[in-house]
């Protein structure tokens, strides 16, 4: 069973290359197609270079339907057995299997290939699916090396509320999103084409409004009912804590930007992978630099 | 000065002095800058902006839309937040108290608990207080860990739990008392401490100190003396460790908290029907 269970993430992490593999290969391919009206050259830009050739407007150029959706069905094959996996391991440790960082980070993974399937705009840019999809595979792997440890074991009375589970799920899906804004910003810098970088600079936006929103009832609401629930108090300066709201406070100012007159977009992309930069310094340089109440 | 204050650029730095003081309280390990002026004043002038902020956006624009006012929202339920964690700062009180069945701790002068039962189940630690005031019992309670107590307006919460090995003494007079871990004799300038020891017969042994010095161990069996007193036996003893916390800036903060969602909710439905309107979504 236990070895079933474990096997699960590893098939996961070959669907998910495969889905990375057939998306190079097809941006290989669309490059072929339309690569003298382009700006292939800017490299590793390809598949928004073929993108940005016929695209429109923000609705237009679908690279799900122009030939990806094999990608998209190992895609959603890896995220349901990712879902499969931690069932599994919650019904054999009694509780949900989100507590420990090994669960963490393949529930991470999990809701990052959830949030590009369900996320605006999102598959509109291969390119951006791409990046994405290449994060979700990093935090998969990363789960399944000996970087984390891996235990069944049973979680300390502390762990065991229904806030938690609230807590960490929408706290991780916020992040979610901002793993989008972050890839999203990422090519921005990256694009040279006025349209192209319109189109990421939405993405970014919408992202880290929804992810705003999920981050901050679930890491910083939610966390601070629970923690009232366990320890009596509701926000104590752990070093998790603060750097939580270090990267609330971060997209704050992302989000105020926006009403910046003059506003540069790229300005607002720095803005936004500083936030994620500070987001995964909580997810991992807290854990492994500090003595937290988070560090299990 | 208004003006300065209810600006988005004012806002922006505000954020970022705040963000990068509590980075340095971090790298620094220095948490009590938290409560220096120098993180204070600025999250002052930061609740500052954001009530000028509000007013004048209120003042403003006083009739709009229900998602119109989703920035407002959050705007206040943050400015709620800072009150409460300000109360908290200022008034809020802990303490830890350790009990054994049977012993008694005076809650916020006039309350008193006594802990009759502890036990340890597969799942979490339990304990079960009787709640007394002026003398009469007026609720029995069990508190585990994510299940508080209010007792007397102070939160009880289920701290720590252990279960040591207590050796049991007899003096002269029959009387019999439990010594535990940590605890000893003395007499000039010897003393002995009980200490737990794997492996011996009743997992306990005492440390002799002579001058503060440790001299040599002492071991325990059933039916030898020490110091007048004869051991009877061992037997496991519960210390059941409740916290005790009172913090009238919690609810305020928990206003500020359901305020600050609802705005957000509000933020969620405004995006949303601006992406639908621009034909945006893919899902």
Redesign the interface.
């Known amino acids: 069973m236990n070895i079933i269970v474990s096997g699960s993430v590893y098939v996961a992490l070959a669907l998910l290359a495969g889905s990375l593999l057939y998306q190079l290969w097809a941006g290989a391919r669309r490059r072929g197609r339309y690569e003298p009206a382009g700006d292939a050259a800017a490299g590793g830009d390809t598949a928004i270079a073929a993108d940005a050739a016929t695209a429109t407007g923000d609705t237009a150029g679908d690279g799900e339907s122009r030939g990806l959706r094999p990608a998209s069905i190992l895609r959603t094959a890896a995220a349901v057995l990712i879902l499969i996996h931690l069932i599994a391991l919650s019904l054999m440790r009694g509780f949900p299997a989100i507590t420990a960082q090994y669960e963490a980070l393949v529930l991470f993974a999990g809701l990052v290939l959830f949030v590009v399937q369900v996320a605006p705009r999102v598959r509109t840019i291969p390119a951006l699916v791409g990046v994405v999809d290449l994060l979700a595979f990093l935090l998969l792997a990363l789960s399944s090396s000996p970087l984390v440890p891996y235990a069944i074991t049973p979680p300390m009375p502390a762990l065991r509320s229904g806030w938690m589970i609230f807590h960490i799920v929408l706290a991780f899906l916020g992040e979610a999103f901002f793993t989008v804004a972050f890839g999203a910003s990422i090519l921005l810098l990256l694009s040279k084409s006025d349209q192209r970088r319109a189109r990421l600079d939405r993405i970014t936006y919408i992202s880290i409004a929804y992810g705003y929103a999920l981050f901050t009832l679930g890491a910083l609401v939610f966390g601070a009912i629970w923690a009232y629930q366990a320890w009596g108090r509701y926000w104590g300066w752990d070093p998790k804590e603060t750097w939580s709201l270090i990267t609330w406070l971060v997209y704050s100012v992302y989000l105020h930007l926006r009403f910046v007159r003059k506003r540069s977009r790229k300005v607002s992309a720095i803005a936004s992978i500083v936030g994620y930069l500070a987001m995964m310094f909580t997810l991992f340089g807290v854990n492994w630099l500090y003595a937290s109440v988070h560090s299990y | 000065m208004l003006k300065l204050l209810s600006s ?2 004012f ?2 730095v505000m ?2 002095f ?2 990068v003081i ?2 340095a ?2 790298f620094l390990d220095q ?1 009590e800058l ?1 409560r220096s002026l120098l993180f204070l004043v600025p999250a002052g002038l930061f609740a500052l902006s954001l009530l000028t902020c509000t007013v004048d956006s209120l003042v403003r624009r006083p009739r709009r839309p229900l998602t119109g006012y989703a920035h407002d929202l959050i705007h206040i339920g943050v400015l709620i937040l800072i009150m409460g ?1 300000a109360l ?1 700062l200022l008034v ?1 009180q ?1 303490d830890r108290i350790t009990l054994q069945v049977g012993e008694r701790a005076t809650i916020r002068g006039e309350w008193e608990i006594e802990l009759t039962d502890s036990v340890r189940t597969e ?3 339990e304990s079960t207080l009787e709640v007394r005031r002026e003398g009469v019992t007026v609720a029995t309670e069990v508190l ?5 107590v209010t007792v007397g307006g102070a ?1 009880l ?3 720590t739990w252990r279960e040591r090995p207590a050796l049991i003494l007899e003096n002269a007079q029959g009387q019999r008392f439990a010594m535990l871990p940590g605890e000893g004799l003395a007499s000039q300038d010897t003393s002995i401490m009980l200490e737990q020891a794997e492996g011996a017969p009743l997992g306990l042994r005492f440390a002799r100190f002579e001058q503060s010095e440790r001299t040599g161990d002492i071991e325990i069996e059933r039916g030898m003396e020490i110091a007048g007193l004869r051991v009877v036996d061992a037997e496991p003893r519960v210390q059941s460790g409740i ?1 005790v ?1 009172y ?1 009238p800036g ?1 609810p305020v ?2 206003v500020g ?1 359901i305020v ?2 609802a705005g ?2 509000l ?2 439905m405004k ?1 949303a029907k601006e ?1 639908s309107r ?6």
Do not use: C, H, M
């Open positions: 988005v650029r806002a922006i954020f970022v705040v963000a509590s980075a309280a971090t948490p938290f964690g908290t809020s802990e799942t979490n630690w585990s860990v994510n299940n508080p939160r919460l289920q701290d916290q916390v913090d919690a903060a928990l908290a600050l969602v957000l909710g933020y969620v995006k992406e621009s034909g945006g979504t893919t899902a």
